[in-house]
């Protein structure tokens, strides 16, 4: 349902132990920050904010194809 936090919340959690690294998983951790910043948890916000940071950083410092 549209504005359902705690059912994407569940949803992306469960992307990310499925895929832990990658597109989807920056995606993902960048979607919960967004969720968790919108219910006033900020610290969870900021921890997920450096995931995804750190999941695009490792994706700029690979070689291209």
């Excluded at 690294?21 to 951790?29: D, F, K, N, P």
């Excluded at 910043?37 to 194809?65: I, M």
Aim: proline letters at 5%.
């Amino acid at each position: 349902a549209k504005g359902d936090a705690s059912g994407a919340e569940t949803r992306l959690k469960r992307l990310l132990t499925q895929e832990p690294a990658g597109e989807l998983a920056s995606q993902a951790h960048y979607q919960l920050g967004l969720i968790y910043r919108k219910v006033g948890r900020s610290a969870d916000a900021d921890r997920e904010t450096r995931a995804f940071q750190q999941l695009r950083e490792a994706k700029a410092a690979l070689p291209s194809p």
